[in-house]
Nanobody, 127 residues
Framework: QVQLVESGGGSVQAGGSLRLSCAAS????????MAWFCQAPGTEHEFVAR???????????YYADSARSRFTISRDIAKNTVYLQMNSLRPEDTAVYSC?????????????????WGQGTQVTVSS
């Protein structure tokens, strides 16, 4: 089983920045996809960004429209860790941010197609 642990959330004023981390452990495959999702109160997971995690392939980052100009997803293969650099944060970004993982390449944005999930980390953006 794969375990995912997020960190880096917190409270920030509008326009500020946060860097989220998602560390994977357990029996990870040699190639998989990791993604960030957000979940506001009373809602389901919403796609934010994804990235391919492999030592021999391009990272192929992909973003939701709302995140593309402000967020950057990156990976550290050696650490089995994915990051989400969040800049120009807005109050509407307030949510629990969770990372998900699935084996192989993935080109969609569906939360239910990710088999492994972390507990989430709270991001609160004040106006």
């Amino acid at each position: 089983q794969v375990q995912l642990v997020e960190s880096g959330g917190g409270s920030v004023q509008a326009g500020g920045s946060l860097r989220l981390s998602c560390a994977a452990s357990g029996r990870t495959s040699s190639s998989y996809t990791m993604a960030w999702f957000c979940q506001a109160p009373g809602t389901e997971h919403e796609f934010v960004a994804r990235i391919s995690v492999s030592g021999w392939s391009a990272d192929m980052p992909y973003y939701a429209d709302s995140a593309r100009s402000r967020f950057t997803i990156s990976r550290d293969i050696a650490k089995n860790t994915v990051y989400l650099q969040m800049n120009s944060l807005r109050p509407e970004d307030t949510a629990v941010y969770s990372c998900g993982a699935r084996s192989g390449d993935y080109y969609g944005t569906r939360a239910h197609e990710f088999a492994y999930w972390g507990q989430g980390t709270q991001v609160t953006v004040s106006s």
